[in-house]
């Protein structure tokens, strides 16, 4: 990895990372997910051990490879990565680069959901998961420094991000344009928008290994 223990700018501190979907179980066979291959929030897990961040890495059941040099913590569940992350605390900062599904099943089934000949498609009672980064964000005792976002959009990225931003009580949010046609999800390269107290700063477009390094620095620049 290229960090002696205990070196570089984030020596002593610890960074929450969130990664990858969660699925949520339908019936024992199957389940309810969002798309993502976990690979931005490893290349940042992994960027940010480089300067020396005792990192915890909460993830769900993600493609990409796990980062080297971090307490890694394997979830199924949106509920799941809330206690994992809760129980990770305190943390100098937390980063939620999870695709949490936004719901679960309203009661879990132990038998497995059989076709009727002829008969309709079943429908399927859903419930929200909790919102780990709000509740993280909201946190009135021991929130850590700097809570951030990321926000997958496909129109007005901007705006639906600095509105996120301002709901979710975080500090900095993420974005980035995830239309088909940018080739984002599940491609090695990322353009993303940084929104902060400040406004909206656009990044050309680079591997998600560099926004990783870029994110790092910033955020080893915010933590002082
Ligand atoms: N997030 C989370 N817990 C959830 C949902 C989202 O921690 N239950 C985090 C994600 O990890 C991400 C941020 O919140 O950092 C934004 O996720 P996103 O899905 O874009 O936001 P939502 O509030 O779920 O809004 P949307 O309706 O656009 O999905
Ligand atoms: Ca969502």
Request: glycine share 10%; net charge neutral; aromatic share 4%.
């Amino acid at each position: 990895v290229g960090a002696q223990l205990g070196t570089g700018p984030l020596a002593g501190r610890h960074v929450i990372v969130t990664s990858g979907p969660t699925h949520e179980p339908i019936d024992p066979v199957r389940y309810l997910a969002n798309r993502s291959s976990g690979a931005q929030g490893t290349a940042l897990a992994q960027a940010l051990v480089r300067l020396g961040a005792r990192v915890t890495f909460v993830t769900g059941p993600a493609r990409a490879a796990r980062p080297v040099g971090c307490t890694v913590v394997e979830v199924e569940t949106a509920i799941q990565m809330q206690d994992a992350v809760t129980a990770a605390l305190p943390a100098d900062a937390a980063i939620f680069a999870a695709a949490v599904a936004d719901w679960r099943m309203q009661a879990e089934t132990g038998s497995k959901i059989k076709k009727q000949a002829g008969g309709a498609p079943p429908s399927l009672d859903l419930t929200e998961n909790p919102d780990i980064l709000k509740g993280i964000a909201g946190l009135e005792s021991g929130r850590p420094q700097l809570v951030v976002g990321f926000a997958a959009e496909t129109d007005d990225v901007v705006a639906h991000a600095t509105a996120k931003r301002a709901r979710k009580g975080c500090d900095w949010i993420v974005a980035n344009d995830v239309r088909p046609e940018t080739g984002i999800m599940g491609g090695t390269d990322n353009a993303v928008t940084l929104i902060t107290e400040d406004g909206a700063e656009d990044w050309p477009l680079m591997s998600k290994r560099d926004v990783a390094r870029r994110l790092a620095d910033r955020i080893a620049k915010a933590l002082g």
